[in-house]
């Protein structure tokens, strides 16, 4: 092993910020023995340079400002390693109207992608799916798609009363 673990782990946080486990991790997979990484990984922490609850803060408010839901937020979140209990507090922060902000964000980009979506079952159905793939929850689907359909979908006046909505 040329390079000290200490160097090792200086460039990667340097590079990007990582969780503790994400660290963890990569040093191991560079041949570290695991008491030396886990003393690195103190070390790391103990000089602010490795900060779970800091880096869940940011991924949040990132996510959130992309037009992440919730859910799709938790997902993030787990898929950079960091701990059950970072990811909650980490959620907690999200406001309900935070949220809406989100999927208001999101229903936009969805609309935007299908022209005249409301008008076709299909057309309804590949929205609703894009909104629950960004992890946002069914009910706050069906009232962003029905409040879109009514007041926000260009010539929306042209939907056949009496026509049901089928949103699956």
Do not use: C
């Amino acid at each position: 092993m040329t390079d000290d673990i200490h160097e090792v782990a200086l460039r990667m946080v340097a590079r990007r910020s990582l969780s503790a486990r994400e660290v963890k991790e990569r040093l191991a997979k560079r041949g570290f023995s695991a008491p030396a990484v886990a003393a690195e990984v103190r070390r790391l922490e103990r000089a602010g340079l490795l900060d779970d609850a800091a880096l869940a803060a940011a991924l949040v408010a990132t996510e959130v400002r992309r037009g992440r839901g919730r859910r799709g937020v938790a997902a993030t979140l787990r898929r950079r390693r960091l701990g059950p209990q970072a990811v909650e507090e980490a959620l907690a922060t999200v406001s309900e109207e935070e949220e809406r902000t989100a999927l208001a964000v999101a229903v936009a980009a969805a609309t935007r992608r299908s022209p005249g979506w409301w008008r076709l079952p299909e057309g309804r159905r590949k929205v609703v799916r894009y909104l629950l793939a960004r992890g946002f929850g069914a009910r706050l689907v069906r009232e962003a798609v029905a409040a879109a359909r009514e007041g926000g979908a260009d010539d929306a006046a042209n939907v056949e009363p009496g026509v049901t909505e089928d949103l699956s």
